[in-house]
T-cell receptor
Framework: QKEVEQNSGPLSVPEGAIASLNCTYSDRGSQSFFWYRQYSGKSPELIMFIYSNGDKEDGRFTAQLNKASQYVSLLIRDSQPSDSATYLCAVQRRGGGNKLTFGTGTQLKVEL | DVKVTQSSRYLVKRTGEKVFLECVQDMDHENMFWYRQDPGLGLRLIYFSYDVKMKEKGDIPEGYSVSREKKERFSLILESASTNQTSMYLC????????????FGSGTRLTVV
């Protein structure tokens, strides 16, 4: 079982819709969770992080964390073509220092 | 903004060559990391460092070594390049306390022929 799992996609949504990206993790000792966006040919850039159960909102982005079910999700409201990218979920374990373990990413395509 | 600079964007090397990939960050971050990214495999940690002259192996350290003589600079060394080390190499840095995400450099696409 992979430590961090994501559906590779592609996930296609129409412009203006809500995109929902999901991630599950295997280590219950995980304590910090990050979402990165990576455009083709570019390096990952941090979008959001979440530590506590529940929702965290930042503009059009909402991160959701459920530690009991070991999943974290990213919602993108009012999706734009510029949101088309690969979204990487990353997990930081308790006692693992600052190391992040990444999922393989979900490709999102926002269609006009 | 934190800036993480990788010295080369594209690099072509021959099998058996010793290869140096350089990474410099300008925000006094304690932690620095080297990952490689391959299609279908995602980002895999090669080595990381929490402090000057300190290094720890990541998940795939074989065939690599690192050097951190100064806080701002973290070098990845391929001792004898092989074709299976053809990849995108990403350097990242983060502040000391846990709970902070990384800032990545722009990456070096290395091709070993």
């Amino acid at each position: 079982q992979k430590e961090v799992e994501q559906n590779s996609g592609p996930l296609s949504v129409p412009e203006g819709a809500i995109a929902s990206l999901n991630c599950t993790y295997s280590d219950r000792g995980s304590q910090s969770f990050f979402w990165y966006r990576q455009y083709s040919g570019k390096s990952p850039e941090l979008i959001m992080f979440i530590y506590s159960n529940g929702d965290k909102e930042d503009g059009r982005f909402t991160a959701q964390l459920n530690k009991a079910s070991q999943y974290v999700s990213l919602l993108i409201r009012d999706s734009q073509p510029s949101d088309s990218a690969t979204y990487l979920c990353a997990v930081q374990r308790r006692g693992g220092g600052n190391k992040l373990t990444f999922g393989t990413g979900t490709q999102l395509k926002v269609e006009l | 903004d934190v800036k993480v600079t990788q010295s080369s964007r594209y690099l072509v090397k021959r099998t058996g060559e010793k290869v140096f990939l350089e990474c410099v960050q300008d925000m006094d971050h304690e932690n620095m990391f080297w990952y490689r990214q391959d299609p279908g495999l995602g980002l895999r940690l090669i080595y990381f460092s929490y402090d000057v002259k300190m290094k720890e192996k990541g998940d795939i350290p074989e065939g690599y070594s690192v050097s951190r003589e100064k806080k701002e600079r973290f070098s990845l060394i391929l001792e004898s390049a092989s074709t299976n080390q053809t990849s995108m190499y990403l350097c990242a840095s983060s502040p000391g306390p846990i709970g902070h995400g990384y800032t990545f450099g722009s990456g070096t696409r290395l091709t070993v022929v």
